[in-house]
């Protein structure tokens, strides 16, 4: 089966711009997760969606961060506008789960690599 | 709240050496573990997973680890390693069994040499 699929790979921008990023999931999972991986460190979630409902946004920076999953399917994430500490590697991942059910695996998807100069 | 430390940041080891992933985990509350394996620009793989039951648990390419409650350790360990094991590992942590909703470590860079 199709893995997580997500788009571009690489992406390179000026302070200041704006930058989306795409993420399309397994077929059929109900939970996508966003996470934002810095240099050096863990994966940190950003926001977790079920179909197209926010369940976790907490660690979002709502203030120039926003992620929709307007049909339940793909989702975007977008940074507006980017500052220097905003590169990493963002990460979308995918499960089956849906709320209040066992789940057992979250598929990753390669990742988009975020430079901000 | 929940965290995870990795012990060891990078971990040099010999080919067909044994290895041992230091993981340590804080949490008020039951927790379920993952260690989860990323090679070079590729995405997080889960290697295996603790969610009840025993406490040694096997995974994926000769990987186990130990669930220790009272130490509150959950070390990878592998007998013998081969170059492909060459990657970053981390180790992660969730309040359910939602393994996409974890608090992750900062990870341990495992580098086999021949």
């Known amino acids: 089966e199709a893995g997580v699929a997500q788009s571009p790979r690489y992406k390179i921008i000026e302070k200041r711009q704006s930058v989306a990023f795409w993420c399309n999931p397994i077929?059929?999972?109900?939970?996508l997760y966003w996470y934002q991986q810095i240099l050096g460190q863990g994966p940190k979630l950003l926001i977790q969606?079920?179909?197209?409902?926010?369940?976790?946004d907490s660690q979002l920076p709502k203030d120039r961060f926003s992620a929709e999953r307007l049909k339940g399917v793909d989702s975007t994430l977008k940074i507006q506008p980017a500052k220097l500490e905003d590169s990493a590697v963002y990460l979308c991942?995918?499960?089956?789960?849906?709320?209040?059910?066992?789940?057992?695996?979250?598929?990753f998807g390669q990742g988009t690599r975020l430079t901000v100069v | 709240a929940q965290s995870v430390t990795q012990l060891d940041s990078q971990v040099p080891v010999f080919e067909e050496a044994p290895v041992e992933l230091r993981c340590n985990y804080s949490?008020?509350?039951?927790?379920?573990l993952f260690w989860y394996v990323q090679y070079p620009n590729q995405g997080l793989q889960l290697l295996l997973k603790?969610?009840?039951?025993?406490?040694l648990v096997k995974g994926i390419n000769g990987f186990e680890a130990e669930f220790n409650k009272s130490q509150t350790s959950f070390h990878l360990r592998k007998p013998s390693v081969h170059i492909s094991d060459t990657a970053e590992y981390f180790c992660?942590?969730?309040?359910?069994?939602?393994?996409?909703?974890?608090?992750f470590g900062d990870g341990t860079t495992l580098t086999v040499k021949p």
């Open positions: 992660a942590v969730s309040f359910n069994t939602n393994a996409g909703k974890s608090t």
């Open positions: 949490s008020s509350v039951s927790v379920y």
């Open positions: 969606f079920q179909n197209n409902g926010v369940v976790d």
């Open positions: 603790y969610l009840s039951g025993s406490t």
């Open positions: 991942a995918s499960s089956l789960a849906d709320r209040g059910a066992l789940n057992t695996e979250a598929f």
């Open positions: 077929s059929g999972h109900a939970t």
